[in-house]
């Protein structure tokens, strides 16, 4: 609760001389506002980034039907969340511009493989 959002906190990190304070919710600066999603992890390509998909419906009028739709963000990891994977279940939190594409932040591991 340290955040602002009921999610658990952390370990301390294992390294605090060379951890990047700057980008951590947790135990740093970086302030969490606006909107939380919860998504699968599709792609851990990058460093200290992951792409968090969401589907959703989107009903379309003409065919009286459902459509599928999907979004995904990329967003950063913190330190202390680090051992992410494909198809795990993850929270993300909207912050500040991190970089030119991420705008959001991992807060919460949900589940693992759904």
């Not at 740093?28 to 980034?49: C, I």
């Amino acid at each position: 609760m340290a955040i602002g959002l009921d999610v658990p906190l952390p370990s301390e990190p294992q390294n605090p001389e060379e951890y990047d304070y700057e980008k951590c919710p947790f135990y740093g600066q970086l302030p969490v506002r606006g909107q939380t999603r919860s998504g699968t992890v599709v792609s851990t390509d990058m460093a200290k980034t992951v792409i968090v998909e969401q589907e959703y419906d989107v009903f379309v009028p003409k065919y009286d039907r459902y459509m599928k739709r999907r979004s995904r963000i990329p967003a950063h990891v913190p330190g202390v969340l680090d051992s992410l994977e494909v198809g795990d279940e993850v929270k993300i939190a909207e912050t500040r511009p991190i970089s030119k594409t991420k705008s959001h932040v991992v807060v919460e591991l949900l589940g693992g493989d759904a």
